[in-house]
Structure formats: structure tokens, C-alpha cells
């Protein structure tokens, strides 16, 4: 059997063929940045925590207590939408940064700018949880600022010991204030 293909026919297959490797070109892996990493789940149960409170806005007002405690400043607040956003600024100097700049300075001839600054960054959210009470996530991120004015590092703390401290004060200051202390 042999397959003859009119002009009109062929324009009919191009079209098709068209369509499918458009088709095809939808059906690709999702971007890197929308994927999630292996220790996401890890990372969620380190930033979350379920709270016994029928009032969400005395749930927000014990965590802004604890940040500003904490050293942070408010930045935003919007207690209808269960967001807080805060930060502190902090020098960013060490030890080990300057030696290691001065040393790839002195070896590859170029001046290499040293952290100057960083911003800490907290921001909370919390929802209804289906268990009853309020779900608070807090999440730490750090922004570094280099000699020059730029950006050296920008990253999300997962440091445990830190929300480990945030929680266990904010836990602390929520049963205060179910006691009305």
C-alpha cells in the first residue's frame, strides 16, 4: 500500500503535525523554580506550628510581642489578612569573610568586596487549621550587602535552633495570654 499525498493533503498533514509538536512542547517538565526540593516537607514542619486559639488577631499580637523581643521591628501588619512582616539589621562582618576576600584579593589581583550589612527578614502567616485553631508559619530569610552596595547573598534561614527559640516563646507568650496575664 503506498501513500500519496495531495498538496492539499500535505498541507492538512503539516498543520496536524504542527499541532502535535505544539501539543508536545506543553507537555515538558515544570520550571526548576517551581519545583519542590527534596527536604520541602522538612522545612514546612520546622516553620510551622498549630495554636489552640479561638482569636487569631491575639494569636498575632503574642507573635508581634515576641519579635519585637527578638530585636525585630515591624515592618507591616494586616491582622485581617494574618501577616506580619518584620526585620532587624545586623552587621555582617566576619572573621572568615575578610580573610577569605583578602586572600582571593591577593590571589587573583582583583579587590573583592567584604559583607558589610545583612537584613533579617521574619514574615508570619496563619490560617484556620481543619483540626480547629490557627496554623502560624514564620519564615526566616537573611539579605547580605557586600562593600559595593550589592546583593552577596540572599537565602531563607533554616537554622532549627532558631525557630525552635521563636516558637517555644511564642507558645509561651500565647498561654500567657490565655491566662489574661
Known sequence: MTLHITHQGSNKFLCIA????????????PFVGLQLSDTHLKERELQMKRYEMKDE?????????VLQDMGYNLDESET?????????ERDARTADDVIAKVFLSALTGVAQPVNV??????SLVTSKSSKGGYILRATFQ???????NQISIAET?????????????????VFLEAQDI
Open 18 to 29: 504542527a499541532m502535535i509538536a505544539i501539543i508536545s512542547g506543553c507537555v515538558t517538565k
Open 57 to 65: 488577631a491575639a494569636l498575632l499580637a503574642a507573635a508581634s510581642a
Open 80 to 88: 485581617k489578612l494574618g501577616v506580619i512582616s518584620s526585620s532587624k
Open 117 to 122: 550589612s545583612q537584613t533579617i527578614k521574619v
Open 142 to 148: 537573611r539579605i547580605v550587602m557586600n562593600a559595593h
Open 157 to 173: 534561614l533554616l537554622d532549627e535552633e532558631l525557630y525552635t527559640e521563636f516558637f517555644s516563646k511564642l507558645s509561651k507568650a
